[in-house]
């Protein structure tokens, strides 16, 4: 008996003298209400704002992001299953502000906006980190926008031509070709020295099943990400989403490199806002919205930027969606979100049912941009472009109601229905600049003026496998992005050729 009880004397004696006391300081409070994927937490005075929280349950630990700051309590939004919290349970803070995977290990990926796998293919393979939220990049690091971002779309590219570093609002009805602008012009980035990612927001995830096969199928997987925070996803989530997509892209920036980013759509992420904020009891605004809607989409776009040589000269072109219900431009977040960028593609629900598609709006389409993001080829042939498609429009709703026309309003009609014919292009087929070039060249100069209206589109095809035999013209204005002498000879020679064999023209 007393063998044993020298034992446990001695035992104890050793782990007495093996232990060393550790202090370790954690800030905790407690749930004091959770509902709908939101918590109000009490006791984390120091906690940060987009800080990460603990929530310590009895089915393993759940993250949660801090995001009302007030005196007695936190309002924090739950990033996984909120069903998992009650009231009384644990929260730690961590002192770590909301941070996504970048890096070089993120393209090709299908990633959810904590940057977590959701494609099948295992963990994204990086050390480094961004936060979702940065300030914008100041007036001193920035240069103007003038180096083009071709979409390959030729109504876009001639008249409201993007450059990199400009912000370009997609604006539209629902099912009218938004989404389908947006990857165009992904797909045409191919062999351009730009990054890609595409921010799903609410979205299906068969839609985005879908982009991500024709994305592969075109080979344009290779250079572009895309963040899906799907319609079955809670709100905290989307609201999320387009600022991880941002942090993704700013390494690149910061590397000195291109990014194109597509939102797609901005009109769900500020209903996701709007739920967490209403749930959060913070004051509702006009259409319910809060207060701070518009600083929420101001503060994530004028992160994209064209940075000067000082700072790397990189840039985030941004190209977000919005829905419009019923062609109502004046609603509350697109008056907002069209203030904040740099011009707007206003698609048109009556020009897509008439077969006109991509469905752009001439005479409510903007680039504030303008013709410094064109090369000077495209600039000399588009110039007056989008002045003739807005007059066309005009003119052909007042032709209506008279048949005395002057022989001016016919001409400028008939070249009107010719343009638009031209602007009409198939999904998943950008064209390149130089193809573009030499269409609106063989328009402008009057080469056209003797295809019947519904020839265009045969003429067309026929004119660029002319082209593709003998590609000597399309190389040089490539090259040398402008119109000289000699390009100007080749194309009217190339043109002259090519009609000489068709047999359809009106003599």
Same mark, same amino acid.
């Given at each position: 008996?007393? =063998? =044993?009880?020298?034992? &446990?004397i001695?035992?104890?004696?050793s782990?007495?003298s093996?232990?060393?006391?550790?202090?370790?300081?954690?800030?905790?409070?407690?749930?004091?209400?959770?509902?709908?994927? #939101?918590?109000?937490?009490?006791?984390?005075s120091?906690?940060?704002?987009?800080e990460i929280?603990?929530?310590k349950?009895?089915?393993?630990?759940?993250?949660?992001?801090?995001?009302?700051?007030?005196?007695?309590?936190?309002?924090? #939004?739950?990033? +996984?299953?909120?069903?998992?919290?009650?009231?009384g349970?644990?929260?730690?803070s961590?002192?770590?502000i909301?941070? %996504?995977?970048?890096?070089?290990?993120?393209?090709?990926? /299908?990633?959810?906006?904590?940057g977590?796998?959701?494609? +099948?293919?295992?963990?994204?393979?990086?050390?480094?980190?961004?936060?979702?939220?940065?300030i914008?990049?100041? %007036?001193?690091t920035?240069?103007?926008?003038?180096?083009?971002?071709? =979409?390959?779309i030729?109504?876009?590219?001639?008249?409201?031509?993007?450059?990199?570093?400009?912000?370009?609002?997609?604006?539209?009805?629902?099912?009218?070709?938004?989404?389908?602008?947006?990857?165009?012009?992904?797909?045409?980035?191919?062999?351009?020295?730009?990054?890609?990612?595409?921010?799903?927001?609410?979205?299906?995830?068969?839609? %985005?099943?879908? &982009?991500?096969?024709?994305?592969?199928e075109?080979?344009?997987?290779?250079?572009?990400?895309?963040?899906?925070?799907?319609?079955?996803?809670?709100?905290?989530?989307?609201?999320?989403?387009?600022?991880?997509?941002?942090?993704?892209?700013?390494?690149f920036?910061?590397?000195?490199?291109?990014?194109?980013?597509?939102?797609?759509?901005?009109?769900?992420?500020?209903v996701?806002?709007?739920?967490?904020?209403l749930?959060l009891?913070?004051?509702?605004?006009?259409?319910?919205?809060?207060g701070?809607?518009?600083?929420?989409?101001?503060?994530?776009?004028?992160?994209?930027?064209?940075?000067?040589?000082?700072?790397?000269?990189g840039s985030?072109?941004?190209?977000?969606?919005?829905?419009?219900?019923?062609?109502?431009?004046?609603?509350?977040?697109?008056?907002?979100?069209?203030? #904040?960028?740099?011009?707007?593609?206003?698609?048109?629900?009556?020009?897509?049912?008439?077969?006109?598609?991509?469905?752009?709006?001439?005479?409510?389409? /903007?680039?504030?941009?303008?013709s410094?993001?064109?090369?000077?080829?495209?600039?000399?042939?588009?110039?007056?472009?989008?002045?003739?498609?807005a007059?066309?429009?005009?003119?052909?709703?007042?032709?209506?109601?008279?048949?005395?026309?002057?022989?001016?309003?016919?001409?400028?009609?008939?070249?009107?229905?010719?343009?638009?014919?031209?602007?009409?292009?198939?999904?998943?087929?950008?064209?390149?600049?130089?193809?573009?070039?030499? #269409?609106?060249?063989?328009?402008?100069?009057?080469?056209?003026?003797?295809?019947?209206?519904?020839?265009?589109?045969?003429?067309?095809?026929?004119?660029?496998?002319?082209?593709d035999?003998?590609?000597?013209?399309?190389?040089?204005i490539?090259?040398?992005?402008?119109?000289?002498?000699?390009?100007?000879?080749?194309?009217?020679?190339?043109?002259?050729?090519?009609?000489?064999?068709?047999?359809?023209? &009106?003599?």
């Open positions: 008996m007393s =063998t =044993t009880k020298d034992f &446990i001695d035992q104890l004696k782990e007495i093996g232990f060393k006391a550790e202090i370790s300081e954690k800030s905790v409070g407690k749930v004091l209400k959770v509902s709908d994927g #939101i918590a109000l937490v009490s006791g984390l120091e906690v940060m704002m987009s929280l603990q929530f349950t009895e089915k393993g630990d759940v993250a949660g992001v801090a995001l009302n700051l007030e005196e007695n309590q936190v309002g924090s #939004i739950i990033l +996984g299953d909120f069903t998992a919290i009650k009231e349970d644990e929260v730690h961590t002192k770590r909301l941070e %996504v995977p970048v890096g070089e290990a993120v393209i090709g990926r /299908v990633l959810n906006p904590l977590e796998p959701l494609d +099948g293919k295992g963990k994204v393979e990086t050390n480094k980190f961004y936060p979702v939220e940065k914008a990049p100041g %007036v001193i920035r240069e103007s926008v003038k180096q083009p971002v071709q =979409t390959g030729k109504a876009i590219d001639a008249m409201v031509p993007i450059g990199r570093g400009q912000r370009e609002l997609i604006i539209g009805d629902r099912q009218i070709g938004k989404t389908a602008i947006a990857i165009d012009a992904i797909i045409n980035q191919k062999g351009q020295n730009m990054k890609c990612i595409y921010v799903g927001i609410g979205q299906k995830e068969s839609k %985005v099943a879908n &982009i991500v096969a024709k994305l592969e075109a080979g344009a997987m290779d250079y572009t990400t895309i963040v899906l925070a799907g319609a079955s996803m809670p709100a905290s989530l989307l609201y999320i989403a387009p600022y991880a997509g941002c942090a993704m892209a700013e390494y920036l910061d590397k000195g490199e291109d990014v194109l980013i597509v939102y797609d759509d901005l009109s769900k992420h500020a996701s806002y709007r739920e967490i904020s749930l009891r913070r004051p509702p605004g006009r259409e319910a919205y809060p701070d809607v518009f600083y929420l989409h101001s503060r994530l776009l004028e992160r994209a930027c064209k940075l000067n040589k000082d700072f790397g000269g985030i072109t941004a190209l977000p969606i919005i829905e419009t219900q019923a062609g109502d431009v004046s609603a509350y977040i697109p008056t907002n979100v069209i203030s #904040i960028t740099d011009g707007q593609i206003y698609l048109e629900s009556d020009l897509f049912y008439q077969g006109q598609r991509p469905a752009v709006n001439a005479g409510l389409s /903007v680039s504030r941009v303008g410094s993001a064109q090369i000077k080829a495209m600039k000399k042939v588009a110039g007056k472009m989008r002045l003739e498609a007059q066309y429009r005009e003119l052909a709703a007042f032709a209506q109601f008279g048949s005395d026309l002057d022989e001016d309003t016919k001409r400028k009609l008939e070249r009107g229905k010719r343009l638009y014919e031209i602007f009409k292009q198939g999904q998943y087929q950008p064209l390149s600049v130089a193809k573009q070039v030499l #269409i609106y060249y063989t328009l402008v100069n009057g080469f056209m003026d003797n295809v019947p209206v519904e020839k265009v589109s045969e003429f067309e095809a026929g004119l660029y496998k002319q082209a035999l003998n590609d000597t013209v399309l190389k040089m490539i090259e040398k992005k402008e119109l000289d002498a000699e390009i100007e000879a080749g194309l009217k020679k190339l043109i002259e050729d090519y009609k000489a064999t068709v047999d359809y023209l &009106i003599k």
